[in-house]
């Protein structure tokens, strides 16, 4: 589905249309339109995407058009509807993809699956805006969306940006500068696919961006060589066919710091494996568990966590498909891929080139740099102009952590004296501060539907009252 824009426009609902504005239109803005337009009837709704790119659905995990990128979570969890679990299997196997439950379909295809399930509950209070939202503005009956082109007031707002670009790499305090060489945002397969056939790269990061751009390179070209380097040189753990599939994880009880739910995951792995049940069982069986458990540690917690524990936890909950991890071997196995645990000490560019040297101590000339840090969090050194006006008015604010923006749990929006802006509401990965599990189509599918019912009845309410 793309864009009807209206350009220049500048509109506002009509004396008793209630006009959602939902900002961004990756997984997080599609799942929020369909709930809203499902639970509500009323002819007065009005449901506005204002998407960047102009095409729902993709965002940046599903934008990929590379086939060999596929879902790191397996098909019979990846359902846009909680209630409906066999929703995207169903699809998978109507639409000749796959009839495999336990299988792990391209990412693209996902973003298709998410089109069609907008289509079909598509109405005419339904439109999709192309455009980068530059600024909301609160005003007396609602907000004043601002868009490069276009002025148009909302009813309510729902913030589904996503995720940004990473963090720029530094050395020695200095963005690396832009260069043919230095390829910033990972997600630009273009600029991957145009390196030569014989190209060497360094890739920096190991987490499942890096995964995915490590596919690209060497896949296209049997020539071509990455160093893959992160601080601890870990990879995301493969998940494995799944023999044990129910394992009831002891959630602890009391109260709770992060070395003692380390220990309790720990002792709980031992268990499991004691009655031969692996840890992945375990980590997937505290999956439903794990919003109370951070909400229920502390602060200093939190952030003990954060220093102490959340690596070993991210590559054990994000795990790769079986397929992409074989892939992996095989490279390293052909020695066109090495995986190096370090930190970038310097890059010195050398025009199409340049040479990056690594702390330990390792010396690379290569074609280019890729940086595969993952997203960035922290909102306050974001250069999304959305963020950026919505921070310096101090409409909205960053979480405790930094993680994100701040929330109440039911996902309304702090503004960044912590007091909730009325009417407007947050899904998705920027939720991730408040309960930490927020990236993922198993949580943003369940947020999706509670802030559409929350959206959906006040301006129902708003609508008996006009
Ligand atoms: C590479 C990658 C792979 C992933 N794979 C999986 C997976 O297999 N399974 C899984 O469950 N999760 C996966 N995830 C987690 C992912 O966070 C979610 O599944 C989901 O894609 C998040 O969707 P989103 O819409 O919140 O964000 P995004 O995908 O980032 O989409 C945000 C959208 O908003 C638009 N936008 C942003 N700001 C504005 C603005 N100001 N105005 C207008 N438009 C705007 C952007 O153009 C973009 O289209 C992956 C994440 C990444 C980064």
């Known amino acids: 589905m793309t864009a009807t824009d209206t350009p220049l426009s500048t509109s506002g609902p009509t004396a008793t249309s209630q006009r959602v504005a939902v900002i961004g239109g990756g997984a997080s803005g599609v799942l929020t339109a369909i709930n809203l337009l499902v639970r509500s009837d009323d002819p007065s709704l009005e449901v506005v995407i204002h998407e960047a790119s102009g095409i729902v659905g993709r965002g940046i995990a599903y934008g990929t058009n590379d086939q060999r990128h596929l879902l790191n979570v397996r098909a019979r969890h990846m359902s846009a509807f909680p209630d409906s679990p066999s929703d995207l299997l169903d699809w998978a196997l109507r639409t000749g993809r796959s009839s495999d439950p336990q299988g792990f379909l391209p990412r693209a295809d996902f973003a298709i699956y998410l089109q069609d399930r907008l289509a079909d509950v598509a109405d005419d209070r339904l439109r999709v805006r192309a455009g980068r939202v530059q600024d909301i503005v609160a005003t007396a009956n609602g907000f004043e969306i601002v868009t490069e082109r276009s002025r148009s007031t909302a009813a309510a707002v729902v913030l589904c940006h996503g995720n940004q670009p990473p963090r720029p790499l530094r050395v020695e305090g200095q963005d690396l500068p832009d260069a043919p060489w230095h390829v910033a945002n990972p997600w630009e397969l273009s600029r991957l696919r145009a390196l030569p056939a014989d190209a060497s790269v360094v890739v920096v ?36 066919g799944q023999a044990h599939t129910a394992w009831v994880t002891k959630v602890p009880e009391g109260p709770l710091s992060a070395d003692g739910l380390a220990e309790a995951v720990a002792d709980e792995c031992r268990a499991a494996a004691e009655r031969g049940v692996g840890w992945r069982a375990v980590v997937d069986g505290l999956r439903p568990a794990t919003q109370d458990l951070w909400r229920r540690l502390p602060h200093a917690e939190r952030v003990r966590f954060l220093q102490v524990h959340a690596r070993e936890w991210e590559v054990r909950r994000h795990r790769m498909a079986p397929d992409v991890a074989l892939r992996l ?27 990056v040297t690594t702390d330990p101590a390792g010396v690379y000339d290569v074609d280019a740099i890729v940086n595969c840090t993952g ?92």
């Open 205 to 240: 990061g190991t987490g499942l961006t890096a995964v995915d751009t490590v596919i690209t390179l060497l896949e296209d070209s049997a020539e071509r060589k990455v160093t893959m380097l992160s601080r601890r040189g870990r990879l995301p753990k493969p998940h494995v």
């Open 329 to 355: 071997q095989r490279y390293r196995y052909e020695g066109r891929l090495a995986i190096r645990a370090g930190t970038l000490a310097d890059v010195v560019d050398r025009g199409q080139r340049c040479q």
């Open 375 to 466: 997203p960035l969090a922290d909102v306050r050194e974001s250069q999304d102009p959305l963020l950026r006006s919505l921070l310096a008015r101090g409409a909205a604010g960053p979480d405790p952590l930094a993680l994100g923006l701040d929330a109440t749990d039911d996902g309304r929006l702090r503004g960044a004296d912590g007091r909730v802006v009325d009417g407007a509401y947050v899904v998705g990965p920027p939720r991730k501060g408040t309960l930490w599990e927020s990236t993922a189509i198993p949580e943003i599918r369940a947020q999706a539907a509670q802030v559409a019912a929350a959206v959906v009845e006040r301006t129902s309410r708003r609508s008996l009252a006009n």
